[in-house]
Structure formats: structure tokens, C-alpha cells
T-cell receptor, first 112, second 111 residues
Framework: RKEVEQDPGPFNVPEGATVAFNCTYS??????FFWYRQDCRKEPKLLMS???SGNEDGRFTAQLNRASQYISLLIRDSKLSDSATYLC?????????????FGSGTQLTVLP | DTGVSQDPRHKITKRGQNVTFRCDPI?????LYWYRQTLGQGPEFLTY????????KSRLLSDRFSAERPKGSFSTLEIQRTEQGDSAMYLC?????????FGPGTRLTVT
């Protein structure tokens, strides 16, 4: 079983739609959680951290359910520029080294 | 540009040759990471440095791979006797305490 699992998609949605991505992780001791965005042939960039209380940044909302080991990302009013691969990322370590474990990514295409 | 830089951006090599990649982290970042990414997959952790000390190595890092960060600044990743399975994007990231910032990567093709 992969440590971080995501639905690979692709998700093709019209502009203005709301889309949700889900992710599960296997290591219950995982300490911190993130969503990264990766454009085609570019490096990953941090989109947002995910907190137990849930957090929102503009059109993006991230939630964490530690009991179910489940992370979600909701994008509202999607824009063409949201087209990218969204990577669910977990820090499995409780030590100082922040070795990140990435899911395989969910591909999103927002259509005009 | 004060971001993470990597050199070269692309490398094509024949099977059996040695290759070396360089990463220059953001200047005040003491932590440096190497990842490998293949098509359709997320990046996979290879190794981690804090200053010049290599503190973690993934089991993915076979004996043919070696990484150094001699003065705690730039880092090199060398692959000896390359195999076709080494074809991938090699990403470097750096951090101070929190967010890891990724470089643009070196795309390796082994023919």
C-alpha cells in the first residue's frame, strides 16, 4: 500500500465549478500535511498547509481528519489558471528532518 | 533570482556513463533535500543534508548514487554507471525551518 494515496483523475471541470480532491495516508504518526501544486514540467510549489482545525485561503479550503487519516482540498469558483497537478504531501517524521512523502498527484483541467 | 537553482536543466547520457548534478539552495537555508520524480508520480525523497552533514538517505539511493554538500552551501548528486531506470527528474529543495522550496529540476534521460 502506498503511504499517500490520491485519485489520479484527471478531473475536467468548467470554469466556476467547485472541485474536491481527497487523499489518504497510512502512517498514523504523521505530523504535518500539505497540498502542493505542480504545473506541467515545473517544480512543485506549496499551495497550503493543512491544519486539524481546517484552513481556508481564498477559494481554497483544506481539511484534515486524523481519525480517518484523510485530507481534502476544495477549490471553489475554479479558474483556468487552477489547471495543474495537485500533490497531497505528508511529513511522516516526528524528528527534525522534514522528509516529505508525496502522493502521485491529482490532475485538474479547468475548461473555458 | 534568489530561488533554488539547479544545473544542468537537462542531461542526456548513455547507459553506463557517470553524471553529476548541482544544486544551489537559497542562501540562508541550512537544509537541503534531493528528490526524484518519474512521469505520473510525485517526488520521492532521496537524501537530506543539514549544513554539510548528510543526515538521511532513502533506500532508493543505491550504491551508485552519492550526494555531497562539502561546505554546507551547494550540493552535488552523482550517479555512477547510469541505467535506463535512472531516467527521471531530479529535484532539489531547500528550507530553513518550514516550507521546502524546490528548484526547477534536472531532467535526466539515459539512452
Amino acid at each position: 500500500r502506498k503511504e499517500v494515496e490520491q485519485d489520479p483523475g484527471p478531473f475536467n471541470v468548467p470554469e466556476g465549478a467547485t472541485v474536491a480532491f481527497n487523499c489518504t495516508y497510512s502512517n498514523s504518526a504523521s505530523q504535518s500535511f500539505f497540498w502542493y501544486r505542480q504545473d506541467c514540467r515545473k517544480e512543485p510549489k506549496l499551495l497550503m498547509s493543512v491544519y486539524s482545525s481546517g484552513n481556508e485561503d481564498g477559494r481554497f479550503t483544506a481539511q484534515l481528519n486524523r481519525a480517518s487519516q484523510y485530507i481534502s482540498l476544495l477549490i471553489r469558483d475554479s479558474k483556468l489558471s487552477d489547471s495543474a497537478t495537485y500533490l497531497c504531501v505528508v511529513n511522516p517524521s516526528s524528528g527534525s528532518a522534514r522528509q516529505l512523502t508525496f502522493g502521485s498527484g491529482t490532475q485538474l483541467t479547468v475548461l473555458p | 533570482d534568489t530561488g533554488v537553482s539547479q544545473d544542468p536543466r537537462h542531461k542526456i547520457t548513455k547507459r553506463g556513463q557517470n553524471v553529476t548534478f548541482r544544486c544551489d539552495p537559497i542562501s540562508e537555508h541550512n537544509r537541503l533535500y534531493w528528490y526524484r520524480q518519474t512521469l505520473g508520480q510525485g517526488p520521492e525523497f532521496l537524501t537530506y543534508f543539514q549544513n554539510e552533514a548528510q543526515l538521511e538517505k532513502s533506500r532508493l539511493l543505491s550504491d551508485r548514487f552519492s550526494a555531497e554538500r562539502p561546505k554546507g552551501s551547494f550540493s552535488t548528486l552523482e550517479i555512477q554507471r547510469t541505467e535506463q531506470g535512472d531516467s527521471a527528474m531530479y529535484l532539489c529543495a531547500s528550507s530553513k525551518r518550514g516550507e521546502q522550496y524546490f528548484g526547477p529540476g534536472t531532467r535526466l534521460t539515459v539512452t
